[in-house]
């Protein structure tokens, strides 16, 4: 609900709100998928910048970390990263 206020807030196009849906509907798929392949982004881009399906594995193993649904630098900036 907050992607969708913030996007009617910035007045943003069609295009980019179809973009954006896109966008999130596939990272969430591969965080949900339960994989860890190498050519998943959480693989390709640098650590720490997408937690993948193995942060989110852990999150639900612990229930203590790995809060933030895509990016880990705020649970590792807060002190909830689990490793």
């Known amino acids: 609900l907050a992607n969708i206020v913030t996007l009617n807030v910035l007045g943003l196009s069609a295009c980019t709100r179809a973009v954006h849906n896109i966008v999130v509907t596939y990272l969430l798929t591969e965080t949900h998928s339960g994989y860890d392949m190498p050519w998943m982004l959480h693989n390709i881009l640098p650590r720490g910048v997408l937690g993948g399906s193995p942060a989110h594995e852990a999150h639900h193993r612990y229930g203590s ?16 990263e689990i490793s």
């Open 65 to 80: 970390g790995n809060f933030h649904q895509f990016f880990t630098y705020f649970d590792k900036l807060f002190g909830f």
